[in-house]
T-cell receptor, first 113, second 119 residues
Framework: DAGITQSPRHKVTETGTPVTLRCHQT?????MYWYRQDPGHGLRLIHY???????DKGEVSDGYSVSRSKTEDFLLTLESATSSQTSVYFC????????????FGPGTRLTVT | GENVEQHPSTLSVQEGDSAVIKCTYSDSASNYFPWYKQELGKGPQLIIDIRSNVGEKKDQRIAVTLNKTAKHFSLHITETQPEDSAVYFCAASEGWEGIIKTSYDKVIFGPGTSLSVIP
């Protein structure tokens, strides 16, 4: 298995609070991604990074920000969590761009009450 | 933008039978089509992919076919086994390799198919 960890694995938080999810990789892959998974929607890309300090928006980026200060870490921040952000969040990595195999982490289940 | 539809949403087959999952896409520029398998409580894992210059690809019991004219591609699993039970996702993207792109390059996933293989 690719060396990808996500923390925390589960979190319950209240509406309006900030939340940061962490993705850590040991593969030295250049590209990192954050997805959310919701029933009936598959996986939707939130943000991605193509290098340290190089990030771009995905299809559902509103309400989320990201940072990548080191190759191995990619942080996803919900500035002010809303109930619509209750979801399972997956981090993924790849050696090249999006036409390369993506390796997914174990996921973080976030509940916003 | 790209839209990927996937059918059926659920599928039950007897062990040993074949399973077929179909996907359609809307963007004719898409040229990379991966399939991911997600077991319960885990992240998705790539099982096979195909690029637009190929019509079919096989890997043991798994095969994928692509019809670019009709904009659809399918996953075929033969001789199904209980361990094939999982959620399967198709995806489509305008793939690129190597050089850094400055514009957003989407990978769009289908909504998933829950496959149950009955022993």
């Amino acid at each position: 298995d690719a060396g990808i960890t996500q923390s925390p694995r589960h979190k319950v938080t209240e509406t309006g609070t900030p939340v940061t999810l962490r993705c850590h990789q040991t593969e030295n892959h250049r590209y990192m991604y954050w997805y959310r998974q919701d029933p009936g929607h598959g996986l939707r890309l939130i943000h991605y990074s193509y290098g340290v300090k190089d990030t771009d928006k995905g299809e559902v980026s509103d309400g989320y920000s990201v940072s990548r200060s080191k190759t191995e870490d990619f942080l996803l921040t919900l500035e002010s969590a809303t109930s619509s952000q209750t979801s399972v969040y997956f981090c993924a990595i790849s050696e090249g761009g999006m036409s390369y195999e993506q390796y997914f982490g174990p996921g973080t289940r976030l509940t916003v009450t | 933008g790209e839209n990927v539809e996937q059918h059926p949403s659920t599928l039950s087959v007897q062990e040993g039978d074949s399973a077929v999952i179909k996907c359609t896409y809307s963007d004719s520029a898409s040229n990379y089509f991966p399939w991911y398998k997600q077991e319960l409580g885990k992240g998705p894992q790539l099982i096979i992919d195909i690029r637009s210059n190929v019509g079919e690809k096989k890997d043991q019991r798994i095969a994928v076919t692509l019809n670019k004219t009709a904009k659809h591609f399918s996953l075929h699993i033969t001789e199904t086994q209980p361990e094939d039970s999982a959620v399967y996702f198709c995806a489509a993207s305008e793939g690129w390799e190597g050089i850094i792109k400055t514009s957003y390059d989407k990978v769009i996933f289908g909504p998933g198919t829950s496959l149950s293989v009955i022993p």
